[in-house]
């Protein structure tokens, strides 16, 4: 084979080891054990139950539970709640006030348009309903409702009910709203007297963002308990069948090692995980996937999907850097920052030519920061060189492509959008992309972030994460963001991403523009949006290099100075940041119009980019970074997040099989778990639309390019709606 | 739950619907018997003490109905009729008259101290503090008094109890002589012509002068609930009835008698009934109806014993009958009606002796 000519990845060899498999909803056997929760997920053991005790008590609970749920089901049968108003004349009322919870920061913010209603329960356990209300701008609302007929005798209790506003799913291709209980404040029969009742500052634990936090977050003490929203049933229950069989697997290796250290390795821990893209190449061609073509494969279309620079120096060069000199480290891995350039070949695909290491390789050298360039022509050092470029890269796509450019991101949007829109049209076009993104989140930062996997399988510690994130959130931005620009034909990742952002502009432009005059009714909803989104954004970031290198000496974007500044898929430079409280923010205004009247063309324009910013985020630049984990990090050998020190003088310079320097036993088995629940379980798909809440012109966009993607060896059954895995 | 909002009116009118109307019309007789008793037995009896305006001076004078042409004739407003009066300032609420309370003018058509042919039962304020036997009920139940300070949750479940306090409480008045009086619940007015209308009164000073005692910026501002006197208050606890005195002794005191009309329509909105709502002064002016004239104030033993009811009312000019304890009319069924605590709270003084003058002390906020 020539490889000038032929990519790997058209190779007719490896072509099943390619072919993208859907996640499969597992089937439960009766023998599996049970995972009670998402919450109780653990990177060491999760809660799982396995012993027949606990599952004989476990059955019964689930007969307890299914016998309640019945129950309650036959009681929404034989009691379906009527939306009549009973009563025949409006003379008295229940006032009030929405605030969002957190005295200290939202003591005075209001949340408005939520929908509140008020309904008795009988004797018999059938409901009344009695007047139903919309807050206003200022939170405040005012139920009426007459006041003889929820006093009569037979009426038990009063509440009143409020409800998450802005949920739909779609029935017959129309979004129908779909009201999920939020809170119930009881009212006491007797304090209904005629007039006016109020029930005062009603604070909801809502949404609340986390100021404990330096990036934007929200807040979540307990997971099952007081979490802004729930995942739906069916991911839930999907989640917990794909995830056992992994759980096991980890579970055996982790008994192994605190038994048998001597017996376990890490072949035989990667033996019993499936068996990875890579792997499955080696046994058609062993070395093929240590190759120099192989690695700028992966590095222009796999995981990794890098931004290319231009080398300022040499441009028929780019280049790709991974620094992390700034962050918080331990010193039990190896950490170097790198630099790679690569050239393009004649078949459009890079091939890396140079990869500088700046910084302790073993242990001799732990307080210094040697500079070590290395060439193709060096040997086994040259591969060593590709493989610390490979980790480096994978750690950087994990915590920067994958958590903070999707994860972060739609929480951020998700945060401001269901704080802020309710009644306005752009909840149908948004909710679906932005929900359970926080709820991911919550269980990442105990069991990935913080003191989980990451900060003991690297040398980041939790300070140096938050450090790495803080920075990348203040380099996020919608405004005049698109997808990288393919520099060669066979940049496929690129042309991926510009077809998905392609089908997405014209699908939100469809949408605003059908939608535009409600859209526009409720702009108030819209400018509350963008105001949570820029002041609750991270500050803005331009590293020193960066800041000296693109920017003139009046701190202004220099085109002229940054034409090797690769400007696709990153922040525009060029536009002024908000100021919030003395502080520049990386998000820019959607709009600063408050009233509807004066709403101008470039609002409606900012709208779009910003709606397709974050959708792009939440599901194709999401569904790219998480499904290609297991395909470029399912080899441990071949590339896992951190390289440690090693017992050799070599350091991290030694070979594949100086197993010092692999990840030890407990790390290896837990980046396979890792890498195999994040990329084969998932709920949540586009195409397939299990909560019937995408709407129907978007599958239909997105069926149209089918072919188109297939052309490109891209699967759009895989596109996950949401950010949620 | 799908609440995409459709909604119908569910209309009763059948035999069900009036025997819930005969129902409610006895639980409020049910409400107002069982409050009587319970007020006779702990209010009257055992604590020997009005239910409120407890802190009050009497005195006694004179009626005169005035002639005016615009004012709809009837039997009992006989131009120029004179009747012997005895009326009844008090506060509302403590014994202490430099708090902040509602402060109340009774008056009797009658120098006795109980018959009367007409009993009128005022308050400053032009709306009430309650509207109804239900919501005086959650009033009572919420009241909680301590140290000055009461209602703290009646005020905080209903917005129109604060208007109502609001409108009606008066800090430091100069005199009651100068404060306006209102009846803000309506009464029977069936004239000569026998129409059906409904009348609400007031008394205001004779001469135009400013009313004293208004809540200023910084009462407004504070809670309802907060009665207590104010920090370094200099003026005793009788300060106002001491005040009183003096200007009897000084001269007649004249106050004005005024009252406002509404005819009765079929579409009449039963928002007219509401005691926490005036009636607009443009569509009904306030009418002179008579002066009052007083020359001498009672001692504090008369004071007492002299009890006013809405029961000593002619019938054409008397209470609107109410149909459930929601009633805005309930009110004043319940002040009819309740005539045993008054006069077992009076039958006890006979017996035992009034209560002690509250002494100027130093033991304020009671």
Known sequence: ??????????????????????????????????????????????????????????????????????????????????????????????????????????????????????????????????????????????????????????????????????????????????????????????????LEMDLGKLRLFYWEYDYNSPITRVIIKDHDKDAPEEYSAGRLETMEKQFIPIELIKLKHLAEIALIKGDINIKKIQKDYPLNLTQCMELKEKGITRSDDWFGERFMNGMAACDFDKDPNDSEKY??????????????????????????????????????????????????????????????KWMAAKRLARVSSALYTECVHHLCITHYNAEQFSIAAHRNLRLNPLTNLLFPHLKEASLVNHTADRILIGNGYISKATALTKKGILQLALQNMGTQDWKNWKPIQPISEKHTFAKTANLFWEIITSYVNDYVEENRTKIVAHWHEIYRFSEDLVAHSSPYFLCNYLTNMILDNKGNYDANKSDWYETSQRMDQSIERPIINGEKKSMSHITITKNPK???????????????????????????????????????????????????DEGALGPESDMSIAPDLTRSTQMMWWSNMLSKTGYGFITKNEDNDINPKLIEALKAKEKDFNALGFNIDTIQSRTNI | ??????????????????????????????????????????????????????????????????????????????????????IRHAGASFNDDAMRVVRSMSIKFADDQFKSPFDLELNTGKVALFWSVASFMRFAKYKKTKYGIQYHKYYKNYPAGVKGAQSGMRRNPDSFSNLNFYSQTPLFYIGSDDVNRYAKYRVVPFEDVEETGLLDAYDMSNLSENQRILPGEKRTRNYLKEEYKKRIASGIIKYKLQIQLHTAADDDDNELFNCCKEWEEDS????????????????????????????????????????????YNSLNYMRKNSELARKSRVWSFNLFGVPSELPDNDDRNQ
């Not at chain 1, 019945?70 to 006030?97: A, C, V």
């Open chain 1, 319 to 380: 280049w790709v850097h991974y620094h992390w000199n700034s962050y918080d480290k331990t010193q039990d891995y190896a950490m170097p920052d790198v630099d790679i350039k690569f050239k393009l070949k004649a078949n459009g695909l890079p091939t890396p030519v140079e990869i500088t290491l700046t910084g302790p390789l073993n242990k001799h050298e732990l307080n210094e920061r040697p500079k070590r360039v290395f060439l193709p022509t060096d040997g086994e």
């Open chain 1, 598 to 648: 004066d709403v101008k063309d470039e609002d409606i324009d900012n709208l779009k980019q910003a709606c397709s910013f974050i959708m792009y985020h939440s599901s194709f630049g999401h569904t790219w970074s998480n499904s290609k984990q297991y395909d470029d990090i399912g080899e441990v050998l071949y590339c896992s997040l951190g390289l440690r020190f090693g017992t050799s």
């Open chain 2, 1 to 86: 739950m799908d609440l995409n909002l459709k909604t119908e009116q569910v209309i009763t009118k059948s035999a069900v619907g009036i025997v819930r109307l005969w129902f409610n019309r006895f639980i409020l007789w049910f409400y107002t018997k069982a409050f009587t008793i319970l007020l006779t037995i702990f209010g009257s009896l055992i604590g020997r003490k009005r239910m409120s305006h407890n802190n009050g001076i009497g005195a006694r004078g004179k009626v005169t109905i005035v002639d005016n042409p615009k004012l709809i004739p009837h039997p009992f407003f006989e131009p120029n009729k004179t009747y012997p009066c005895r």
């Open chain 1, 1 to 194: 084979m020539n490889q000038e000519e032929t990519p790997i990845i058209d190779d007719e060899r490896f072509k099943n080891c390619f072919v993208s498999k859907n996640v499969n909803y597992a089937k439960r056997k009766a023998c599996h054990p049970r995972l009670l929760s998402v919450n109780h997920i653990e990177l060491h053991k999760s809660k799982v139950t396995r012993d027949p005790i606990a599952f004989i008590g476990l059955w019964f609970i689930g007969i307890y539970w299914k016998i309640k749920k019945k129950l309650k089901s036959f009681q929404n049968w034989l009691y379906p709640r009527k939306l009549i108003i009973y009563g025949t004349e409006k003379n008295s009322e229940i006032i009030g006030k929405l605030l969002f919870g957190q005295k200290t920061h939202d003591d005075v913010v209001p949340i408005h348009n939520m929908h509140l209603e008020f309904w008795g329960k009988t004797l018999l356990g059938s409901f009344r309903r009695f007047g139903f209300a919309i807050s206003n701008e200022n939170g405040e609302f005012s139920i009426s409702f007459d006041l003889h007929a929820c006093q009569k005798w037979y009426i038990t209790s009063l509440r009143v009910e409020i409800y998450h506003t802005g949920n739909h799913i779609y029935k017959d291709g129309k979004p129908l709203n779909k009201y999920i209980l939020f809170h119930t404040a009881r009212v006491k029969k007797a304090d209904l007297i005629g």
């Open chain 2, 284 to 327: 009904h002016p306030w009418l002179e109806l008579a002066v009052i004239e007083i020359e001498k104030t009672l001692t504090w033993e008369e004071s007492c014993i002299l009890a006013f009811s809405l029961g000593n009312l002619p019938e054409s000019l008397g209470v609107i009958p109410a149909k459930s304890i929601y009633d």
